[in-house]
Nanobody, 113 residues
Framework: QVQLVESGGGPVQAGGSLSLPCVAY????????LSWYRQGPGKEREFVSA???????RYADSVKGRFTISHDNAKNTLYLQMNSLKPEDTAMYYC???????WGQGTQVIVST
């Protein structure tokens, strides 16, 4: 069964940090290209960051320099380290296997002033 499970969300004050893990219960080829997306209140889902099996990464301009994506192959876990959080980062965060077109259920991040 192909499944992605996010966790680590919660309330945080502006300027704070959170780390979101996403455990991938998937076939190995499903981890070739993994991404994070988010959907804020009243907004469309948007791309946040992605990482390939070669280690190459991409970031949305809005999070560049503040967020870091990584993947632990041994633990089959994708991470999103979020620093210097802003209220506009408030959203449901989803991990996605681009290779297998599968989404996790999401984890909520709320950044307060």
């Amino acid at each position: 069964q192909v499944q992605l499970v996010e966790s680590g969300g919660g309330p945080v004050q502006a300027g704070g940090s959170l780390s979101l893990p996403c455990v991938a219960y998937v076939y190995s080829f499903c981890t070739y290209y993994l991404s994070w997306y988010r959907q804020g209140p009243g907004k469309e889902r948007e791309f946040v960051s992605a990482i390939g099996s070669d280690g190459n990464t991409r970031y949305a301009d809005s999070v560049k320099g503040r967020f870091t994506i990584s993947h632990d192959n041994a633990k089959n876990t994708l991470y999103l380290q979020m620093n210097s959080l802003k209220p506009e980062d408030t959203a449901m965060y989803y991990c996605k296997s681009e290779s297998c077109q599968r989404w996790g259920q999401g984890t909520q991040v709320i950044v307060s002033t």
